[in-house]
């Protein structure tokens, strides 16, 4: 089942645009070439669908005024991957995820367009959120910014929470913004907070039992690349232990966790379309500013809560964009 409601509306982000093919083929190049760079594997990357949708709003159509060229590897295979896209003669490149930096790096005068979790401007990917100054532009996740909002939604389904393990990869940039905001945020609502960090996706089996053996009751996660690769895993164990598990997207809750608050990521990526279609008409990425992303959603998983014997407010169902049943 599901709910829509206007949790947060950015200024400027108010939805995507109508279609209209007609008057946009007046002005679309011949054909376009995008080249996308990402550290999922083709047959699991769930946004490739959002981009084209956006895309197809905007009149480009794959095979008759563009051509998407699909790549996928690890932040060391960046150079070669935009050294591809590159001999391929992309007017534009999209990167999602930690691999920007690098592909950033990489890519000389080809403009990128980003999706990243962190704060861009903390990261020092771009000078600022109104003028990137760079050839360089896209939308940020909020990573840090919801943190005290999932902790409220938690602690208005468990009352009786006390103490939460706050999960997170101290390689995701801003990842020290997001811990003193979680900090805060913790001290603000009387729950003890514990740290778990982790780098690489070798160090989740000591985090899982840092959480274990400190009698955590529940689990936030940071929202990024890292994590999201062992949402499948972190459900497993959270289910196991009986510990309810919050985090940022909406794909988090469909894997097991009990609730998400964050970005719509699939209309995230569909809204990136904009800023592809733009630098394809000729504006130039320095010169547009990092947004936030359009929708934030409330995702509840019913099948969880039932599971872990949680009987959640009815006030907080209602509340809801999607219920998994």
């Known amino acids: 089942m599901r709910r829509r409601s206007l949790f947060l509306a950015t200024a400027g982000l108010l ?40 895309l197809l709003e905007k009149g480009w159509v794959e095979g008759r005024n563009l051509v998407i060229e699909w790549r996928w590897g690890e932040r060391e295979q960046a150079r070669e991957l935009v050294d591809e896209l590159v001999q391929a003669k992309v007017d534009v490149l999209v990167s999602t995820g930690a691999i920007s930096f690098p592909v950033a790096a990489a890519s000389g005068s080809v403009p990128l367009v980003f999706v990243i979790a962190g704060d861009p401007v903390e990261a020092r990917f771009v000078s600022s959120l109104a003028r990137p100054a760079v050839n360089r532009t896209g939308l940020t996740l909020l990573a840090y910014e919801l943190i005290g909002k999932r902790l409220e939604i938690l602690q208005s389904a468990l009352l009786t929470v006390t103490r939460v393990a706050y999960l997170i990869n101290m390689r995701h940039p801003g990842a020290h913004s997001e811990i003193k905001e979680a900090v805060q945020a913790a001290q603000r609502l009387g729950l003890a ?20 053996r400190d009698g955590a009751q529940a ?42 608050y964050g970005p719509s990521v699939r209309g995230t990526f569909r809204y990136l379309a904009t800023y592809v279609d ?48």
């Open 219 to 260: 689990i936030v996660t940071s929202a990024d690349g890292l994590i999201s690769l062992k949402i499948e895993s972190i459900a497993e164990f959270a289910a196991r232990r009986r510990l309810p598990a919050v985090s940022g997207w909406g794909e988090f809750a469909a894997a097991g966790f009990l609730m998400t």
């Open 278 to 325: 733009k630098i394809l008409r000729g504006a130039k990425a320095a010169d547009l500013p990092v947004e936030f992303p359009p929708k934030v959603e409330l995702v509840i998983n019913l099948r969880t809560a039932k599971a872990l014997g949680i009987n959640l407010p009815a006030t907080l169902r209602a509340r809801a964009d999607e219920l998994i049943e």
């Open 15 to 54: 939805g995507v645009p109508a279609l209209r093919q007609d008057a946009n083929a007046q002005t679309i190049p011949k054909l376009a070439r995008v080249g996308w760079i990402g550290t999922r594997s083709a047959k699991k990357d769930i946004y490739q669908s959002s981009l084209r949708e956006g």
């Open 193 to 212: 907070l514990q740290h778990v960090p982790v780098e690489t996706d070798t160090d989740f089996s000591a985090a899982f039992e840092a959480i274990a």
